[in-house]
Nanobody, 112 residues
């Protein structure tokens, strides 16, 4: 399985971005979005079950929305009201079991 994240960029505080995760195969598993900043471990941001039930960490609750389109083999992360502390490289991966090889991630920078 190959993962390709896209959609990151530079945005001002309060702005929005929509991240996309393209999955190379149709696999019905739960999916997660993670983020990582230099010198820190990758942290979970949001999850979505096979049936589409979302879960969010406290940092993402109320601002981020995770969704999936299995027919297109895509997972999305809509990020609104972005804050400077959201700046990181964002990755997607399966939610349970051994992780697939990580993609290159997509850089999100929130700065005025």
């Amino acid at each position: 399985v190959h993962l390709v994240e896209s959609g990151g960029g530079l945005v001002q505080p309060g702005g929005s971005l929509r991240l996309s995760c393209a999955i190379s195969e149709i696999i019905f598993v739960s999916m997660d979005w993670y983020r990582q900043t230099p010198g820190k471990q990758r942290e979970l941001v949001a999850s979505i079950s096979r049936g589409g039930t979302p879960n969010y960490t406290d940092s993402a609750k109320g601002r981020f929305t995770i969704s999936r389109d299995d027919a297109k083999m895509m997972v999305y992360l809509q990020m609104d009201n972005l804050k400077p502390e959201d700046s990181a490289v964002y990755y997607c991966n399966k939610g349970s079991g051994n992780k697939w090889p990580w993609g290159q991630g997509t850089q999100v920078t929130v700065s005025s």
